[in-house]
T-cell receptor, first 114, second 112 residues
């Protein structure tokens, strides 16, 4: 089955530690996205990538980093510079060739900073 | 500055009745609108969309209405079923850049 796999589903981190969230897709989609969801708020864009080896900052990129070395993979690193990292993180992808602006999401990763 | 607003954090509807979820936007450049459904601890799934050249789009029990002059859209679910209990997000974009702007979501609860 085609889809997006995010891991880990739950992650605990001590303050000052960097953590990396994995996102893998087998949909052959060119574009991939990372969003953050906080209670009572809409999804906020962290980073996105339209093609391999290229990515752009979203609205809340500070304290995060990404890489896009392969089409199917778009890992997100939450660095110690992110002041409030506890949140639900969602990875998504889009088929640029379809012309439709419909995203497919993974199941999410919940990060808790202790 | 919230460009997409869902003013009702929650909505409770009797099973079998109509559910109406509302969404307002401020940016007149938005020309494509989507509704997503999200269960707890899962990612959102696409439900239905509408472009600004239409004022209505139907898919089974789901209908989205767009009122461009009022900058308002609504999602109608008829009849409501227990499996419809979820958080519904409204999102908007300008086709020129594909970046989605999301509302805060409305939690729909279907009562038996």
């Amino acid at each position: 089955d085609g889809g997006i796999t995010q891991s880990p589903k739950y992650l605990f981190r001590k303050e000052g530690q960097n953590v990396t969230l994995s996102c893998e897709q087998n949909l052959n989609h060119d574009a991939m996205y990372w969003y953050r969801q906080d209670p009572g708020q809409g999804l906020r864009l962290i980073y996105y990538s339209q093609i391999v080896n290229d990515f752009q900052k979203g609205d809340i990129a500070e304290g995060y980093s990404v890489s896009r070395e392969k089409k199917e993979s778009f890992p997100l690193t939450v660095t110690s510079a992110q002041k409030n990292p506890t949140a639900f993180y969602l990875c998504a992808s889009r088929d640029r060739g379809s012309g439709a602006n419909v995203l497919t999401f993974g199941a999410g990763s919940r990060l808790t900073v202790l | 500055d919230q460009q997409v607003k869902q003013n009702s954090p929650s909505l409770s509807v009797q099973e079998g009745r109509i559910s109406i979820l509302n969404c307002d936007y401020t940016n007149s450049m938005f020309d494509y609108f989507l509704w997503y459904k999200k269960y707890p601890a899962e990612g959102p799934t696409f439900l239905i969309s509408i472009s600004s050249i239409k004022d209505k789009n139907e898919d089974g029990r789901f209908t989205v209405f767009l009122n461009k002059s009022a900058k308002h859209l609504s999602l109608h679910i008829v009849p409501s079923q227990p499996g419809d209990s979820a958080v519904y997000f409204c999102a908007a974009s300008a086709l020129s850049n594909y970046q989605l702007i999301w509302g805060a979501g409305t939690k729909l609860i279907i009562k038996p």
